[in-house]
């Protein structure tokens, strides 16, 4: 039996039933349960630092939005009609959009990569009003940084390409810092766009006409769940890239720059705790990473032709050999 944002299960004990009503949260992600799996796990173990265990003494209704988009508001209001007590958003700003249009009561605890007040999901960082806190990876604004250790890496690429969803609401801010930072490099700058399978085939072909000489993939959760298509892609154009996270050279990308993702979806967890544990979400500050992973592959960097200077090697975290 559903009870206002808990379950009511029962345990034996003795000759008797008792009966203990636990919290639901509602986890609303655009992405798929397969893709999102090691930052779900990571979710359930912030859950477990607040004393919180998944099937025990509370419980999580998942809504897999498989990148359609367009499925997240009917998600949203399902999980607002089942009475859920709070909803993690999380792949991207979609789904925290769709909640915060779904809910005004129902705390919403938000995880992705844009600027949550640029985005009108909240007015401030440090006191957000109403029901919706959250953490940002920041990792959209981490675009130009990206694109100088790219530059230090192929300081030759007269033409270097951007990939974006370019369905994402991330896809213009993004687009906008590249643009400003290639400008003062003086670099020219080629954005794609891509979102389906075939369109990143399509881009890649593109890509090889207009003679890009390196890649910033955008950070994305379509680009997330596409990882092994984009690398190897990457691999047959001979094509030096940088990703938002560890796990594109971990699986032989070329380089990445970005924050923990593990360690934000942790965050996220133990923010959807306190708020179980009676925490209001404006009392919550939105979080930002304070610390960010520089990953290098060097077998891949062989492979490409190419010598990564110490300058980037020196401040490495982790050196894929």
Known sequence: MTLIGAVAVAWPFGAHAQRAIIPVIGYLSSSSRDVHAPWTAAYRQGLTETGYVEGQNVALEYRWAEDALDRLPAFADDLVRRQVAVI?????????????????????????????????????????PGNITGLTNMS????????????????????????????????????????????????QIQVIGASTE?????????????????????????????????????ARRALPAIHQWRHFPAAGGLISYGPSLANTFRRAGIYTGKILEGAKPGDLPVEQPTTFELVVNLKTAEALGLTIPRSILSPADEVIE
């Open 198 to 234: 075939r369109e990143l085939d399509t881009a890649f072909v593109i890509l090889a006409e207009r003679r890009a000489g390196a890649l910033i993939v955008a950070a994305d959760p379509f680009f997330d769940k596409q990882r092994d298509q984009l690398l190897a892609l990457e």
């Open 88 to 128: 993690f958003a999380s792949g991207g700003p979609a789904p925290a959009l769709a909640a915060k249009a779904a809910t005004a009561t129902i705390p919403i605890v938000f995880e992705f990569g844009a600027d949550p007040v640029k985005l009108g999901l909240v007015a401030s960082f440090n006191r957000p």
């Open 140 to 187: 959209a604004s981490l675009a130009a940084k990206r694109l100088e250790l790219l530059h230090e890496l192929v300081p030759d690429a007269a033409v270097i390409a951007l990939l974006v969803n370019q369905t994402s609401p991330m896809a213009e801010p993004t687009t906008a810092e590249v643009q400003t930072a290639a400008h003062a490099l003086g670099l």
